[in-house]
């Protein structure tokens, strides 16, 4: 007998602040379940960004209603747990949690199916909880001591809440290797959506010797690094897009061949990209999807040879990398694109073809197969005697 398809679906998510990774692949699977139900403890997004993400019914958290939240939200993260917990998904069959935090540990009926799609188990209590620690400063005295404590207890929790999830799904085989180490469990790969619209775009004359990155202006995404490493290449231009809270120190140390051009829209990104000698990439990331957005290009990506980007970037094909986090590293590998790429007729097209798979609509497919399999399964443990 057919498997009846999921009725009373509820999408789960961290929180709407900006449109991120995350938010890009939350898309996607509220393109899948238009009429689902979307738990998230904070909404807090812009209009324009909020309507990409249709939606029946939004339920929020407590954390809501919080006055100027979206200012100091990350220092809510010890009453996060609590709050997801309080979500009432009594009624739904099927329950998908976005995870790179707490939504994988939302309390699911017995006879409902949990699918987790995670990003990421919570970086700051794992392998990065040194770096965060230093970042804010917060590697000694009392107050070290305290937020070492407290993400003492966080990893207990995200020990257990996994639990709750039948299935695990990762973003890149990065995350799998570090689901296993947190969690001993195994999760299938699906790589997130890219967009891809830049590769319609007509080639673009290449700017010589001028790199660009994108990113949220953030500590752990390295941006530091290469402007440090543009000091030691006084003839090669850098542009940064992006904005984050790190904008201002950014610029104050910033040498004179490095320009900042803040947000910009998504147009005007993909010609910044298209024209670019190459994209430069230091940080370590779960996937990256802004390198893979740069290959869509016809771009080649400079990168750091750790985290999710290795799915797929190739040393010398499109994309050089390098192995210490060093302002020296990353400049001889900038250098060492000239000699190896310049001239090259079959570049641009190369790196397209590199990410070609790993479109919107690509994932849509192997997303909705992954919750089809799992849905059918355990439809038939339901239906079995006991």
Not at 105 to 118: D, F, K, T
Request: overall charge positive.
């Amino acid at each position: 007998m057919p498997v009846p398809r999921p009725q009373r679906v509820a999408i789960v998510h961290e929180w709407l602040i900006d449109r991120a990774g995350a938010e890009r692949v939350l898309e996607q699977i509220l393109a899948l379940f238009p009429d689902a139900t979307l738990y998230t403890l904070i909404d807090r997004m812009p209009a324009a960004d909020r309507a990409r993400l249709p939606s029946r019914r939004t339920v929020t958290s407590f954390l809501n209603r919080w006055p100027g939240i979206t200012r100091y939200f990350t220092r809510t993260l010890p009453l996060m747990p609590l709050a997801m917990q309080q979500f009432d998904l009594s009624g739904h069959d099927l329950v998908i949690s976005s995870s790179h935090a707490v939504a994988k540990g939302v309390i699911v009926p017995p006879n409902a199916l949990h699918l987790c799609y995670c990003h990421s188990p919570m970086r700051y209590v794992w392998d990065m909880q040194g770096v965060y620690l230093a970042q804010e400063r917060l590697d000694h005295g009392l107050k070290g001591w305290l937020a070492r404590a407290l993400l003492h207890r966080l990893r207990l929790w995200d020990m257990a809440s996994h639990h709750g999830a039948e299935q695990i799904a990762a973003n890149s085989h990065f995350v799998r290797r570090r689901i296993w180490k947190a969690w001993r469990r195994e999760a299938e790969v699906i790589h997130p959506p890219v967009d891809l619209a830049a590769a319609g775009l007509v080639p673009a004359a290449r700017e010589r010797r001028h790199l660009v990155t994108v990113g949220r202006l953030m500590p752990y995404k390295n941006v530091a690094l290469i402007i440090e490493a543009m000091r030691l290449l006084p003839d090669w231009r850098l542009t940064v897009i992006g904005d984050g809270p790190q904008r201002r120190q950014l610029q104050a140390q910033a040498p004179a061949n490095v320009q900042f051009a803040g947000a910009v829209a998504e147009p005007d990104k993909q010609a910044w990209l298209a024209r670019a000698t190459a994209f430069v990439f230091a940080a370590v990331e779960d996937f990256g999807i802004a390198p893979a957005e740069a290959l869509a290009a016809g771009t080649p990506v400079v990168a750091l040879a750790q985290g999710g980007a290795l799915d797929y970037l190739v040393h010398q094909h499109n994309a050089l990398l390098f192995d210490e986090a060093t302002p020296q590293s990353l400049a001889e590998a900038v250098r060492a694109t000239e000699p190896l790429w310049q001239g090259d007729p079959g570049l641009a097209q190369r790196c397209r073809d590199s990410v070609a798979h790993l479109g919107e609509a690509r994932f849509r497919e192997a997303f909705s197969a992954w919750v089809d399999r799992h849905w059918q399964a355990w439809c038939h443990s339901l239906a079995a005697p006991r």
